[in-house]
């Protein structure tokens, strides 16, 4: 499965990845306005006719987000298959997704919040680990996927870092039901990303990622050359008191996940910027050729 990705995520995105057999998936955040999710919505749906695989909107179900009631809203109107929740969500809208049939998913980071998940009745847990693009979790996906299989018998997710075929038979053994992968798309050609963003995911790799948590409060992963490109020191972001930062010195109005690039570990995998086809069908040679390197043993 695709992860959705502030900017970065498109409707040609999200019809290439499920035309190539992977979930797509979209935040609703990254149209403009509600008006504008309405024909992205009406986009994907015309572009994925006839294909067997879903899609999945993002929504941020948090009080902050004043555009929640109508996008909701237009998911039930628009039946998208898949919802992934983030932050605060709550039964209402769990309940509001099931009225039409849809699937919901939720993302955590820690046993704790796979619970709270559980309680409101989401069909799927996304376990972020560390080593995930934008807000990222710190525990292993060793303890993380142990501790949340031991008790959650449904639709387990494994996030974090997965960047090839080997990660995706990895997380399989670790009781995974599906792989979601961000960072990668962040250097196909239908990304919303800047020239200098896509080149930059194929030049970095894990060396090359910081955590921050200065933007939002929250750990979020980021590009070392994008930090050190726009005049910040990166050991200001992270900040004990998870105080924030003012980055608009200079007048400039620069801003992260916009100009200050996030991306996770796994960036090493990424060789060349490609169409998410050409990227997804290296992935599914290197899991064939980790499987028969696993049977040959
Ligand atoms: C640039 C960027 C933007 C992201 N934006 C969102 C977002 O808007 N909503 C969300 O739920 N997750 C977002 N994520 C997190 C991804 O959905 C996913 O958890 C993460 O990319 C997985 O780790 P990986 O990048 O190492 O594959 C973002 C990740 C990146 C790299």
């Given at each position: 499965?695709?992860?959705?990705?502030?900017?970065?995520?498109?409707?040609?995105?999200?019809?290439?990845?499920?035309?190539?057999?992977?979930?797509?998936?979209?935040?609703?955040?990254?149209?403009?306005?509600?008006?504008?999710?309405?024909?992205?919505?009406?986009?994907?749906?015309?572009?994925?006719?006839?294909?067997?695989?879903?899609?999945?909107?993002?929504?941020?179900?948090?009080?902050?987000?004043?555009?929640?009631?109508?996008?909701?809203?237009?998911?039930?109107?628009?039946?998208?298959?898949?919802?992934?929740?983030?932050?605060?969500?709550?039964?209402?809208?769990?309940?509001?997704?099931?009225?039409?049939?849809?699937?919901?998913?939720?993302?955590?980071?820690?046993d704790?919040?796979?619970?709270?998940?559980?309680?409101?009745?989401?069909?799927?847990?996304?376990a972020?680990a560390t080593g995930?693009?934008?807000?990222?979790g710190n525990v292993s996906p060793f303890a993380l996927m142990a501790e949340i299989r031991e008790?959650?018998?449904?639709?387990?997710?494994l996030?974090g870092c997965?960047?090839?075929?080997?990660a995706?038979?990895a997380a399989e053994a670790l009781g995974a039901?599906?792989?979601?992968?961000?960072?990668?798309?962040?250097?196909?050609?239908?990304?919303?990303?800047?020239?200098?963003?896509?080149?930059?995911?194929?030049?970095?790799?894990?060396?090359?990622?910081?955590?921050?948590?200065?933007?939002?409060?929250?750990?979020?992963?980021?590009?070392?050359?994008?930090?050190?490109?726009?005049?910040?020191?990166?050991?200001?972001?992270?900040?004990?008191?998870?105080?924030?930062?003012?980055?608009?010195?200079?007048?400039?109005?620069?801003?992260?996940?916009?100009?200050?690039?996030?991306?996770?570990?796994?960036?090493?995998?990424?060789?060349?910027?490609?169409?998410?086809?050409?990227?997804?069908?290296?992935?599914?040679?290197?899991?064939?050729?980790?499987?028969?390197?696993?049977?040959?043993?």
């Amino acid at each position: 499965m695709a992860a959705p990705m502030f900017i970065a995520s498109t409707p040609d995105l999200v019809i290439a990845q499920c035309r190539s057999g992977i979930i797509g998936s979209i935040p609703a955040l990254n149209a403009r306005t509600s008006a504008e999710l309405d024909n992205d919505l009406t986009r994907i749906e015309q572009g994925l006719e006839g294909c067997q695989i879903p899609y999945a909107v993002n929504l941020v179900a948090h009080k902050s987000n004043d555009r929640l009631d109508a996008d909701l809203e237009l998911t039930i109107k628009h039946r998208v298959p898949i919802v992934v929740l983030a932050l605060a969500a709550s039964a209402k809208i769990v309940d509001a997704i099931h009225g039409y049939g849809g699937i919901v998913l939720n993302d955590v980071i820690n046993d704790r919040q796979a619970r709270k998940c559980a309680d409101i009745g989401v069909d799927g847990i996304i376990a972020v680990a560390t080593g995930a693009g934008g807000h990222t979790g710190n525990v292993s996906p060793f303890a993380l996927m142990a501790e949340i299989r031991e008790w959650w018998h449904g639709l387990l997710i494994l996030s974090g870092c997965i960047a090839t075929g080997s990660a995706i038979l990895a997380a399989e053994a670790l009781g995974a039901d599906l792989a979601y992968v961000g960072s990668p798309f962040l250097a196909s050609t239908e990304a919303n990303t800047q020239p200098a963003f896509k080149q930059m995911i194929v030049d970095c790799a894990a060396k090359d990622v910081v955590i921050a948590n200065c933007f939002t409060g929250a750990n979020a992963s980021f590009l070392l050359p994008s930090v050190t490109a726009n005049g910040l020191d990166p050991a200001s972001l992270w900040r004990p008191d998870r105080g924030a930062v003012d980055i608009s010195g200079g007048g400039s109005d620069r801003k992260a996940w916009r100009d200050i690039w996030s991306a996770g570990q796994g960036i090493g995998a990424v060789k060349r910027v490609e169409p998410a086809a050409d990227f997804i069908a290296w992935l599914a040679d290197d899991y064939a050729r980790a499987r028969r390197a696993i049977a040959a043993v």
